[in-house]
């Protein structure tokens, strides 16, 4: 944990915002370099000059952007990938063939998609359980043979939260890790590592980053092992490590997560708690309203910092839901999150066939705008939607 002159350690908020207390010694610049080279020259007697020889393992400005999310994760080492699905993809193939995993059956389409693909070519065993259902997992372990428990919390698109600790617990007794997907909930929220978590995994696309701008993908480990090692070999034989200038954009864009993500939690709180029981919604989803069926676990995982993420559920057709979408002006129609702007999707038409979604579902990214804008965004266009 980096400290201050006095030996005094420093709060994650000045970790971030100063890059780790980054300052280039030649010059004293205080934002960091981007380090753009494919190759590097070895030295007079031919041994490298650094630990790097080829872009593709990594490279300074790289790995000055592991270190500021390993930080701030709790973690032992952090890896970037060129996307999150890249990230989650190199994890799953270091598994052994044929090992088992447990998986909730609501989760980012993506991995879902990747999972059962999995599952049906034989390459791994997969065991899906209702999301948040820590007694259904329990049921689904094989002791002694499953490897791996997948969570995310909270579930996309419905935010459906589960406890962490719990299930690190029904992982651990069973012989297995278990991996987090808490990129809605990123580090200044949830901290997954310390609740017990082997791997925590992040679309770093999304608050990471927060600019829309990068597409990245970042797991970091608690305690490194041979598959920690085997996803190193794969990124390196892949070629899918972050480039460097994705790098310098991610760490430009965590200096400021901290003061991101506390207004975009306090905003969507805000909304949910506006549109709560409104006349033309079925129901608002949001872990941060004391209704919510999580609200006790998520308050006790993001220390009330619940995020930026909601869903909304309209009366009417399926119809009415996408022209709500459309009708938004300041709401982009989008698909994403956690950018500084906000962004609207209805999630069955982008989910596509074999997600369980319900069709009058809209996803809610809330940006840094100011909330009672967004709120009278989303009054209009429910209003047209509805005739």
Same mark, same amino acid.
């Given at each position: ?15 971030? +915002? ?38 593709? $393992? *990594? ?5 000055? +952007? ?32 044929? +090992? ?26 997969? *065991? ?13 372990m094989h002791p002694g043979e499953t490897a791996l428990v997948w969570v995310e919390t909270p579930s996309n698109p419905d935010w459906t939260v589960t406890d962490i600790a719990a299930a690190a617990q029904i992982a651990h007794d069973a012989g297995a890790r278990l991996a987090t997907d808490c990129t809605a909930t990123p580090p200044p929220c949830t901290r997954a590592l310390d609740l017990g978590a $082997? ?13 829309? $701008? ?18 190193? *070999? ?61 609200? +006790?676990?998520?308050a006790r995982q993001t220390g009330g910092l619940c995020g930026g993420m909601l869903s909304i559920i309209t009366n009417g057709s399926e119809r009415t839901a996408i022209d709500t979408a459309r009708h938004c002006a300041l709401f982009y129609p989008a698909t994403s999150l956690g950018g500084v702007e906000s962004l609207i999707e209805h999630r069955k038409t982008v989910s596509g066939p074999g997600f ?8 809610? *990214? ?6 009672? $804008? ?14």
């Amino acid at each position: 944990m980096t400290t201050d002159r006095r030996n005094r350690p420093l709060a994650p908020a000045t970790r971030l +915002a100063q890059a780790l207390h980054h300052v280039e010694a030649r010059t004293g610049a205080v934002t960091p370099a981007i380090q753009p080279s494919a190759t590097y020259a070895r030295g007079p007697d031919y041994a490298p000059r650094q630990p790097y020889i080829y872009r593709r $393992d *990594s490279n300074e400005t790289t790995e000055l +952007a592991e270190a500021v999310i390993a930080d701030i994760e709790g973690a032992t080492s952090t890896l970037l990938f060129a996307s999150g699905m890249s990230a989650a993809n190199a994890f799953l193939d270091a598994l052994p063939m044929g +090992a088992h995993v447990v998986a909730p059956d609501v989760m980012y389409h993506g991995v879902l998609h990747q999972l059962r693909k999995h599952q049906s070519s034989g390459r791994l065993s997969v *065991s899906f359980h209702p999301v948040g259902d820590l007694d259904a997992m329990r049921a689904a372990m094989h002791p002694g043979e499953t490897a791996l428990v997948w969570v995310e919390t909270p579930s996309n698109p419905d935010w459906t939260v589960t406890d962490i600790a719990a299930a690190a617990q029904i992982a651990h007794d069973a012989g297995a890790r278990l991996a987090t997907d808490c990129t809605a909930t990123p580090p200044p929220c949830t901290r997954a590592l310390d609740l017990g978590a $082997d791997i925590s995994f992040h679309s770093a696309t999304k608050y990471l980053n927060g600019h829309s $701008d990068v597409t990245a993908g970042a797991l970091s480990v608690r305690e490194p092992d041979a598959i920690w090692n085997e996803v190193a *070999s794969i990124r390196t034989l892949q070629g899918t490590v972050l480039h460097s200038f994705d790098a310098w954009l991610l760490v430009r864009g965590m200096r400021t997560l901290m003061l991101r993500v506390e207004r975009q939690s306090a905003s969507a709180l805000a909304i949910a708690h506006h549109f709560q029981g409104h006349p033309l919604l079925q129901t608002v989803l949001y872990p941060g309203l004391p209704s919510h069926p999580g609200h +006790a676990i998520a308050a006790r995982q993001t220390g009330g910092l619940c995020g930026g993420m909601l869903s909304i559920i309209t009366n009417g057709s399926e119809r009415t839901a996408i022209d709500t979408a459309r009708h938004c002006a300041l709401f982009y129609p989008a698909t994403s999150l956690g950018g500084v702007e906000s962004l609207i999707e209805h999630r069955k038409t982008v989910s596509g066939p074999g997600f369980v979604v319900h069709p009058n579902l809209l996803r809610l *990214s809330i940006g840094i705008e100011d909330a009672s $804008d967004l709120i009278a965004d989303l009054e209009q266009a429910l209003t047209r939607a509805a005739g």
